[in-house]
């Protein structure tokens, strides 16, 4: 078993230490063969720790330096100085603080990171379906601001989640996003027998240009379509696996 992590990154976020690592190069082993960072899963304690101990050596800190937050699918934002003691329910974390690496994890919802390198202010996000729709990302660009970053000079990068070809949905699901905008059909197309296939990154970047991100982008991995790759939570859910794995994603100043 190699040890060698894989970490994608953009050139968009040159200059800033930053990664999207995939499954490849960890401790776990069985369902969540690899890299598993989620202590939300049932995977081995040790394993994880170990896990995200070699996510922190990659990223040039210490374990105790990797700042998350407890996802709950909401647009909460939270601003750090430090890392915290324990983490916050939210969504999303930015800091001005160099040293403080800011992660997110995922299976499926898109992992966002963001700079402003003139302003020396970063972000991360966690932006499911409901996460976008509600405002994570826009919650994000404000808190960023806060710190003195503009909006103009954002950089915001999509990182690999489950693409348009993968995510199948019920009429419901495309209502609750018509009612908030009809514009928002547009991210909505005919899969098989007819059932709507949801473009969540291409809603992502949508939901980023609107609020005056210029430089908004995809890496373009799909997690569903890439076993050895990436976790996925609907891909889990179709195999009918016990559990699933959750990806890390990482950025500092």
């Not at 060698?4 to 200059?15: H, K, M, N």
Request: hydrophobic share 40%; with cysteine.
């Amino acid at each position: 078993m190699s040890h060698t992590l894989e970490i994608l990154t953009s050139p968009a976020l040159d200059g800033v230490h930053h990664g999207f690592f995939t499954r490849k190069g960890g401790a776990s082993s069985g369902v969540f063969q690899g890299l598993n960072c989620g202590h939300g899963s049932s995977d081995q304690t040790e394993a994880v720790a170990l896990n995200r101990a070699r996510v922190a050596a990659a990223m040039a800190a210490a374990p105790e330096q990797l700042a998350g937050v407890h996802q709950v699918h909401s647009a909460d934002v939270v601003t750090l100085a430090a890392p915290p003691e324990a983490p916050q329910r939210a969504d999303a974390l930015v800091t001005a603080t160099p040293g403080v690496v800011l992660t997110v994890l995922t299976a499926d919802c898109q992992p966002v990171l963001f700079a402003d390198r003139e302003a020396g202010v970063i972000g991360a996000a966690h932006a499911g379906w409901r996460g976008a729709l509600d405002g994570v990302l826009e919650a994000t660009v404000d808190a960023m601001e806060d710190l003195g970053a503009r909006r103009g000079r954002i950089v915001a990068v999509v990182g690999p989640c489950i693409s348009q070809a993968a995510y199948e949905v019920g009429h419901d699901f495309m209502e609750t996003f018509l009612v908030e905008d009809p514009e928002y059909g547009r991210f909505f197309s005919g899969g098989p027998g007819g059932r709507p296939m949801f473009d969540l990154p291409g809603f992502g970047l949508h939901r980023l240009r609107t609020a005056g991100v210029q430089e908004a982008l995809w890496i373009r991995h799909c997690t569903y379509g890439d076993a050895e790759r990436f976790y996925s939570y609907r891909r889990t859910t179709h195999a009918q696996e016990a559990d699933y794995g959750r990806l890390i994603s990482a950025i500092r100043l």
